[in-house]
């Protein structure tokens, strides 16, 4: 999507592993959320970031931690992967708290 | 539970036919709606929204109606064409701000030749 990049695009890692995903805009917007994606489930809020260093969790936190030290990059970091956190992630942007954008999606798998 | 849902999780129509997508929320102090459509392997793409002091809002092909008295939202897409063959989402944001939305499961459309 234009705008906002996601990276990696696809993921294996080994459970008790670190990993990194990163959001990157291009568009200066404030706001920036990370959400997964899970069959049944629709998409749930992990955390989001109302500007630099300014972060909060949303509905499905637990395992994650995020970094914002600039406004274009936002961190979706699993300390220790586990296979509960095999799913689809979501990046999300706004600059006035409406018409979220959304990214390409990272494809993490845990094994 | 969920804040957001939708009432059918696949829906069938014909080509050239108009489709209707409901959606049920709860949280009476939503006051932002979209809805987002979403084909295989890719994000959701914005199609429409409507802020919670509007009833109706227009777009191409598309309209969003908003019934705040029973907390429901539809989509309607006029002249249904196989390009809109997607999974459609419906999403509120509670109370204002920028916390974040709240989606429901989603709605399988399926076009019908």
């Known amino acids: 999507d234009a705008g906002i990049t996601q990276s990696p695009r696809h993921k294996v890692t080994e459970t008790g592993t670190p990993v990194t995903l990163r959001c990157h805009q291009t568009?200066?917007?404030?706001?920036m959320y990370w959400y997964r994606q899970d069959p049944g489930h629709g998409l749930r809020l992990i955390h989001y970031?109302?500007?630099?260093?300014?972060?909060d969790k949303g509905e499905v936190s637990d395992g994650y931690s995020v970094s914002r030290s600039k406004t274009e990059d936002f961190l979706l970091t699993l300390e220790s992967a586990t296979s509960s956190q095999t799913s689809v992630y979501f990046c999300?942007?706004?600059?006035?708290?409406?018409?979220?954008?959304f990214g390409s999606g990272t494809r993490l798998t845990v094994v | 539970g969920e804040s957001v849902g939708l009432h059918l999780p696949t829906l069938s129509v014909q080509e050239g036919d108009n489709s209707i997508i409901n959606c049920a929320y709860s949280?009476?102090?939503?006051?932002?709606f979209i809805w987002y459509k979403q084909e295989s392997g890719k994000g959701p793409q914005f199609i429409i929204d409507?802020?919670?002091?509007?009833d109706k809002r227009q777009g191409q092909r598309v309209t969003v109606l908003l019934n705040k008295t029973v907390k429901h939202l539809s989509l309607q897409i006029a002249a249904t064409q196989p390009g809109d063959s997607a999974v459609y989402f419906c999403?509120?944001?509670?109370?204002?701000?920028?916390?974040?939305?709240?989606f429901g499961k989603g709605t399988h459309l399926i076009i019908q030749p």
């Open positions: 999300a942007i706004t600059g006035t708290g409406e018409g979220y954008t």
């Open positions: 568009e200066n917007h404030r706001y």
């Open positions: 970031s109302y500007g630099v260093k300014d972060t």
């Open positions: 949280n009476s102090a939503s006051d932002y």
């Open positions: 409507i802020r919670s002091n509007m």
């Open positions: 999403a509120e944001r509670g109370g204002g701000g920028a916390d974040g939305l709240t």
